[in-house]
């Protein structure tokens, strides 16, 4: 009975697996062809199909299941010259698999499990003609990678990323003597033997970026002209005190440890040099003032040295910097900083002094001549020789946020505050930020003979503007932002600005619009969070031609006040991105109304109207009435009195 009893469990059981026998096998989703690539990523193979195009060029058979990688998982083809197997599960490859494949320039064979073959200790073959290879992603530690590398004559860029090497060897890139493009970024290296890359005579770029590397004491690879060292631990960065030209161009060397300006060969040739989120504290390359090393970088251009702890830059630094164009030293603890001798930085056309400590800026005459950009937002900055930006004359872009400034007035006659500064007559000046100044108040003609396109008056809480503050903006300004000014109405008069195409005035306390004109060109107006109750239909109606973008969440609107308002904006082409949080207010309503949902019929208030017209009727009623009634009562006198008497 028990047999008989487990026969009955287990004959559906048997049934199905029958069943799912005789099933035919399921077909995976083909691969795509285009002309000699063929394209078979995401199929869940475990090998290339069998009827590959006998020509075929490119194989991607990236992201499927592929354990192992030999001549039938191929399909026997060798005439390749592009095979992608990223992403694969792939812990075995036949020896010597590639030596027949002479015309296989590209392979990639990153995010599988390489590691395990590499316990092995067998070489993969020669890679006769591969010029690429990817080993990226897997598993990859020390030594591993000669297996793969140990014949590789003609191989030009490698890929080591995201392994685990901790220590290049002398001989690791032995095999490899064409290589001119080494990527190490993500391994753990700590250790580089001496001579590790000086056989490899056209090595151009090297990345060791992402590793544990603590110092560099003997650089000399004269060649490389592209060196990646960033996120590692170096504390110290030293080459060869020799006088052979090394043609390094691009050297990142940020987020170290560094105390100390790296010290570079001095027949160089660097245009690129990152330093910052370092350890610095002086830009001499010794630390010892008294033994202060002179620096030259007469091709450097992009200098970056953000994120450190110097206190202060002199400008002998600069004296060998004759091609520099972008300079940043923002976030630092700089609290003076001076270009006075009109011969330095004529090429500069960026300087980042932001987030420092400044007290001091000076700026000489014929200074700077090229300068475009310049940040001096987070300084806390109260004085400035009220001329220091006219002596530049070719300022485009001035940030100022976060500082202590006054504005100047254009008027001589103008009673200016102390220590102002101007902003007038300059020629070129187009971005001006001013944000959070603690400014009191706006003078008129303030940016008189600027042509500003965009002004920043944000975060001044109580700034008074002038109403002729805008005064010579007419024809420039394009983007006004004023927002959290706590600002209740504008005295200054935004219609003549004619460019003026997006304002921000959110974050105020206006009850009421500017004045618009048909003339306006506003295409995106904020007006959140105010105190805006109607809004004028003219106004708006004047806006309409132009805008295109306008913000209105966060006011006491009136539902019904603003009828004509609401009815442009559900059926205009306004957008209004704010839209689901833009409520009114209906008295007949316990809670604000959704600007979408109100319509004309929520505001004719019927039942009013219904007792008015009763109530009139009934005054009708009662008027008739009592007109009838005194008319019956005058033709009753009229009556003649036909009683006679006895």
């Not at 239909?537 to 006011?555: D, F, I, Q």
Request: one cysteine or more; charged letters at 15%.
């Amino acid at each position: 009975m028990i047999t008989m009893a487990a026969f009955q469990l287990l004959f559906p059981l048997l049934i199905s697996c029958v069943a799912a026998s005789a099933r035919p096998p399921r077909h995976l989703p083909p691969c795509q062809v285009v002309q000699m690539d063929v394209f078979c990523s995401d199929l869940s193979l475990r090998s290339a199909p069998v009827n590959l195009p006998h020509d075929v060029q490119m194989l991607d058979l990236s992201r499927n299941q592929v354990q192992n990688l030999t001549q039938e998982t191929l399909a026997y083809h060798t005439g390749f010259h592009h095979l992608n197997l990223h992403s694969n599960k792939i812990h075995f490859i036949q020896p010597g698999l590639f030596k027949d494949m002479t015309d296989l320039k590209v392979l990639d064979l990153s995010k599988n499990h390489l590691n395990v073959f590499a316990l092995s200790k067998i070489n993969t073959g020669p890679l006769t003609a591969v010029e690429s290879l990817d080993l990226s992603s897997n598993g990859l530690y020390t030594g591993m990678s000669d297996y793969f590398l140990a014949d590789s004559p003609l191989l030009a860029n490698l890929s080591l990323n995201s392994n685990s090497i901790t220590k290049i060897a002398q001989n690791t890139f032995s095999g490899s003597s064409s290589l001119r493009k080494i990527s190490l970024h993500n391994n753990v290296i700590l250790e580089i033997e001496d001579g590790a890359f000086d056989s490899l005579d056209h090595l151009t770029e090297l990345d060791l970026s992402k590793n544990s590397i603590t110092c560099i004491t003997d650089f000399n690879l004269c060649n490389l002209k592209v060196l990646n060292l960033s996120k590692n631990s170096m504390e110290l960065f030293q080459s060869t005190t020799s006088t052979r030209p090394y043609k390094l161009l691009t050297l990142d060397l940020s987020e170290n440890k560094m105390p100390y300006f790296p010290l570079l060969p001095r027949n160089n040739v660097l245009e690129y040099l990152d330093v910052s989120r370092n350890h610095l504290q002086s830009v001499n390359v010794t630390g010892d003032p008294e033994k202060q090393t002179n620096v030259y970088f007469s091709r450097l251009r992009y200098l970056d040295m953000s994120y450190n702890q110097l206190k202060s830059i002199p400008e002998s630094f600069f004296y060998c910097m004759a091609s520099l164009e972008v300079l940043n030293v923002s976030n630092n603890c700089i609290s003076s900083f001076s270009i006075t001798n009109e011969g330095l930085l004529q090429t500069v056309k960026i300087i980042n002094l932001s987030y420092n400590s400044l007290q001091s800026l000076i700026f000489g005459e014929n200074a700077l001549q090229s300068l475009e950009k310049l940040f001096l937002n987070g300084n806390d900055l109260t004085t400035l020789d009220h001329q220091i930006f006219q002596r530049l004359p070719s300022i485009k872009h001035l940030q100022l946020q976060q500082n202590n400034l006054q504005i100047c007035s254009s008027d001589q006659n103008h009673q200016d505050p102390p220590a102002c500064v101007s902003f007038s007559s300059l020629r070129n000046l187009q971005f001006l930020y001013l944000s959070e100044n603690n400014l009191r108040t706006l003078p008129a003609n303030a940016f008189a003979n600027t042509p500003l396109k965009l002004l920043d008056l944000s975060l001044n809480p109580g700034l008074d503007m002038d109403k002729d503050s805008l005064s010579g903006l007419e024809h420039s300004l394009v983007h006004l932002l004023l927002r959290e000014n706590n600002i209740s109405s504008l005295n200054t008069d935004l219609s003549s600005l004619r460019s003026l195409k997006h304002i921000d005035l959110s974050t105020n306390q206006l009850t009421v619009l500017p004045m618009w004109n048909k003339d306006s060109s506003i295409e995106s107006l904020n007006l959140q969070h105010n105190n805006l109750v109607t809004l004028e239909y003219r106004t708006m109606l004047a806006l309409e031609r132009s805008l295109k973008t306008l913000y209105m969440g966060s006011n006491p609107l009136s539902c019904c006040s603003n009828l004509d308002f609401l009815h442009m904006v559900q059926h205009s082409g306004v957008v209004v991105p704010d839209i689901e949080t833009v409520t009114c207010v209906h008295e007949d309503y316990s809670e604000p109304v959704n600007i979408e949902k109100v319509t004309k019929e929520m505001c004719h208030r019927p039942g009013i109207q219904n007792y008015i017209i009763a109530v009139v009727v009934i005054v009708l009623a009662v008027m008739i009435a009592l007109a009838l009634l005194v008319k019956c009562c005058h033709s009753r006198k009229r009556k003649p009195n036909r009683s006679f008497s006895a």
